[in-house]
Structure formats: C-alpha cells, structure tokens
C-alpha cells in the first residue's frame, strides 16, 4: 500500500517543476520589461479614454476646454461671486454621472458638499475644476478616471476605472474658519 502511494507522490513532485504543465495562455513575463510594459498599457489605456470622453463631449455638443491633466470643463453660467482659491472653502451642489449616464451620487438627495480648497480630500479634478470657477458658477467638468477614483473605483458607486461628468454649481466661497472644522 505504501508503494503505490510513494509513486503517485514522486510523479506529482516531479510534475510540478515540468513546463509541460504551464498553461499555454500564461504570458511569459520578464521582470527587467516589466515596468515598461506597464507604462505602455497605462498609456494606451488613457489615450483610448481620451478619446471617448473628447467623443462623449462632442455627442453631447459640449465645447469643453482641457488642461494639462486631462480635465475638461464647460462654465455654462457664470456667477458674479468671489473666485475659488487655495485656502478657502468651497460649498457646492453635484451631480455626478458616468458616461452611461447612470447617476452616482447627487447633492439633491446627499445635500451640498463642502471644501477647504487645497486641502480637501475629493477626487483631484474636482479640486483642479473647482479652482477654475467662482462663487455662482455652474460648470461641467469631465475627470479621466485617473483623476477621479482610478483603478479602483470608490466601492459604493463608482466602478474601476470610472469617467465621471460632474455637474457643479458653486454655492458660496468663503475663508476658513478653524471654528466650522
């Protein structure tokens, strides 16, 4: 009885060493490429999503400006009010959509978010966007998902690697106040 068993096992140890047993599928990955392929992909992935949200904007007749990282913004009404800067606190109504359409998360049912500018913790096109407008603006901004919640998606509403559309209207912009928080 131990015979038997003493084969099976040397057969499996010897089997697992075999490259017979590699799947054909694997990808063969070389450690000193590996980096550099990554950056490729990364890259090709953000032209690609590029060039779906500079589509989106135009099905949608949005004549967007984008900056230098990649958000693009409409300001639809322009508000009269103080211009948002580092250091003050930025109250504000949202909407915010994925490409589909699907709704997120909108201030109508969560109330108006606010901010300290510069120092907030919200996605990093919105901090860039909201920077751009003053107090009674409303504005559009679209975040590539690197700029929004990336590859990770924010476990609740948004999935990876998310473009979001944000629908912003600057209620109020004010100094901080160390009382308020």
Same mark, same amino acid.
């Given at each position: 009885?131990?015979?038997?068993?003493?084969?099976?096992?040397?057969?499996?140890? /010897?089997?697992?060493?075999?490259?017979?047993?590699?799947?054909?599928?694997?990808?063969?990955? #070389?450690?000193?490429? !590996?980096?550099?392929?990554?950056?490729?992909?990364?890259?090709? !992935?953000?032209?690609?999503?590029?060039?779906?949200?500079? %589509?989106? /904007?135009?099905?949608?007749?949005?004549?967007?400006?984008?900056?230098?990282?990649?958000? *693009?913004?409409?300001?639809?009404? #322009?508000?009269?009010?103080?211009?948002?800067?580092?250091?003050?606190?930025?109250?504000?109504?949202?909407?915010? #959509?994925?490409?589909?359409? @699907?709704?997120?998360?909108?201030?109508?049912?969560?109330?108006?978010?606010?901010?300290?500018?510069?120092? @907030?913790?919200?996605?990093?096109?919105?901090?860039?966007?909201?920077?751009?407008? *003053?107090?009674? %603006?409303? /504005?559009?901004?679209?975040?590539?998902?690197?700029?929004?919640?990336?590859?990770?998606?924010?476990?609740?509403?948004?999935?990876? *690697? @998310?473009?979001?559309?944000?629908?912003?209207?600057?209620?109020?912009? *004010? %100094?901080?106040?160390?009382?308020?928080?």
């Amino acid at each position: 009885m131990r015979l038997p068993v003493l084969i099976l096992a040397i057969l499996f140890l /010897a089997s697992c060493g075999s490259d017979k047993n590699k799947q054909k599928d694997q990808p063969d990955i #070389n450690p000193d490429n !590996y980096m550099d392929e990554m950056e490729d992909a990364n890259q090709y !992935y953000t032209v690609s999503e590029s060039d779906q949200i500079d %589509d989106y /904007a135009e099905r949608m007749g949005w004549d967007m400006i984008k900056t230098g990282t990649g958000l *693009r913004y409409l300001i639809y009404e #322009n508000g009269t009010g103080r211009m948002v800067e580092n250091k003050l606190v930025v109250r504000f109504e949202f909407k915010v #959509n994925l490409l589909n359409g @699907a709704v997120c998360y909108d201030s109508d049912k969560q109330g108006p978010k606010e901010v300290w500018s510069g120092h @907030a913790v919200v996605e990093s096109g919105i901090e860039e966007g909201l920077q751009l407008l *003053r107090e009674g %603006d409303h /504005a559009k901004f679209i975040l590539p998902s690197h700029l929004a919640f990336g590859w990770l998606g924010d476990s609740e509403q948004i999935p990876t *690697r @998310a473009v979001l559309i944000y629908d912003v209207h600057v209620l109020e912009v *004010r %100094d901080y106040s160390p009382e308020i928080y």
